[in-house]
């Protein structure tokens, strides 16, 4: 009896540890999926760009998101790989929901949710080479990536 | 002594019977406690497996290559939910399409090696959410795409297959 149940209890934490694997799985695929566009150089050293999330889940963009910029520097020093502060260097200026815009205030962490655009706003500390190549990677607190490439107007 | 007789062979009956018992219920105890041994350890495999998946969780953000530093830079952020410790301590392996080689850590830029630069505060932790980046300063030529694989002393793994076309 005593045996059975232990081969029982065996089972049981087998089928469990499976389980939390699936569930761990299906949360990595239900992840928020994001998508850049509309980017462009405005005055020489402000980035602005949109973040749509096209997942099934709701995305945070806060401090605790990454936006590393890589482009050509202005003045011909090379080129310039860049990790953004949140609040500082880069913000979102409004939430676009179908037909409407929602300002936010700049600095504040925003919910973005599936099929809503945030408008990015992000400043680099030197200027951008005109026609050169920019690259934008964004990744959100739980690892969510999307990186986007784009020539500088 | 008849009697006598019956008695004795009464306990010796009592005392097998006793012995038998005995014998069996240590064999079954023997069973018992190696089939909960075996439940106990794959419990706590699963347990740490599972703790390990939540405590230690590295993305991959960007690489590239710095000519300034001679150094291919990757840099990854901790998308767990907790600090990890000693990221100097891990095992950094580098290579392109022919295979990855070992790297050492080194504290400063030295041809051969790896070192960590934290990029938010500054504490020999990589704090939740925190970025850091990675400065390889391969020793050979390697053909692109480059491989990229860190293992922190946990054992949690992350890996990047980059170009830089530039």
Redesign the interface.
């Known amino acids: 009896m005593v045996i059975l149940l232990a081969v029982l209890a065996n089972f049981v934490v087998t089928y469990v540890a499976t389980a939390g694997r699936l569930l761990e799985l299906s949360r990595y695929y239900r992840r928020p999926t994001l998508l850049i566009g509309g980017a462009r150089v405005v005055g020489g050293g402000r980035v602005v760009f949109n973040v749509t999330n096209q997942g099934p889940e709701s995305v945070i963009v806060d401090s605790s998101t990454t936006l590393l910029l890589d482009y050509q520097a202005g003045d011909g020093s090379g080129r310039v790989t860049e990790l953004l502060s949140y609040g500082t260097s880069w913000y979102v200026e409004a939430l676009v929901v179908g037909g409407s815009t929602y300002p936010v205030a700049p600095g504040a962490a925003v919910e973005v949710k599936p099929g809503a655009t945030a408008r990015v706003v992000a400043t680099v500390g030197g200027g951008i080479a005109p026609g050169s190549t920019v690259i934008l990677v964004l990744v959100d607190r739980w690892g969510s990536r999307v990186e986007y490439v784009f020539a500088a107007t | 002594m008849g009697d006598l007789g019956r008695g004795v062979s009464n306990v010796v009956a009592e005392a097998l019977l006793l012995v038998v018992g005995v014998s069996l219920a240590a064999a ?1 105890l023997s ?2 406690v190696s ?2 041994s ?2 106990q350890s ?2 706590s495999n ?1 347990v740490s ?2 703790a390990q ?1 939540v405590v230690e ?1 590295l ?4 690489a ?1 290559y ?3 530093e001679g150094a291919f ?1 990757v ?1 990854l ?1 901790n ?1 767990g939910s907790y600090p990890i410790y000693q990221l100097n301590a891990s095992t950094v392996l580098f290579g392109g399409a022919e295979g990855l080689q070992y790297l050492p850590y080194c504290s400063s830029q030295r041809v051969g090696c790896w070192r960590v630069v934290e ?1 938010g505060v500054v504490n020999n932790t990589l704090d ?2 925190e ?1 850091v980046a990675v400065y390889v300063y391969n020793s050979t030529s390697v053909t692109p795409p480059y491989r990229f694989k860190l293992v922190t002393a946990r054992g949690t793994a992350v890996e990047a297959t980059f170009t830089v076309y ?1």
């Open positions: 079954l069973a018992v089939r909960v075996i439940v794959r419990f699963v497996e599972l998946s969780r993305a991959y953000v960007y590239t710095s000519p300034s830079v840099y952020k998308v990029l939740p959410a970025t530039w």
